[in-house]
């Protein structure tokens, strides 16, 4: 008879930025960071990015209490960057809203960024390079 593993309590949130999509987890524990099964030093070799990660936790001070668990997909490494750091601000404001929200809210980790790449039109090369205009 198989048993049944026990269900860990979580906090949720979904982040966006250019067309990178973040699935963010929290789980009370020791700031364990894990990105697509890797370690978060692995998986973002520069450290601007693993700082723009770790800002919604500097600013809420809970550096150290929540082991994070993140799938990412599409876009660049900085887009996906940009979007685990605003899933996890949504996990964290869903974790304690009373507390967290104010300080989120003003450092604007909840804001989705929603610039993206514009499409490509027909008739052109890009989304507004066209060729060059020739009168004959």
Known sequence: MATKKAAKAYF???GRRKNAVACVRIYPGKGQFTINDKDMETYFGLDTLKLIIRQPLVATGTEGQFDIICKVVGGGLTGQAGAIRHG???ALNQADEETFRPILKKAGFLTRDSRM???K???LKKARKASQFSKR
């Open 12 to 14: 949720y949130g979904t």
């Open 88 to 90: 996890l601000s949504r």
């Open 117 to 119: 790449k514009e499409r």
């Open 121 to 123: 039109k027909y008739g």
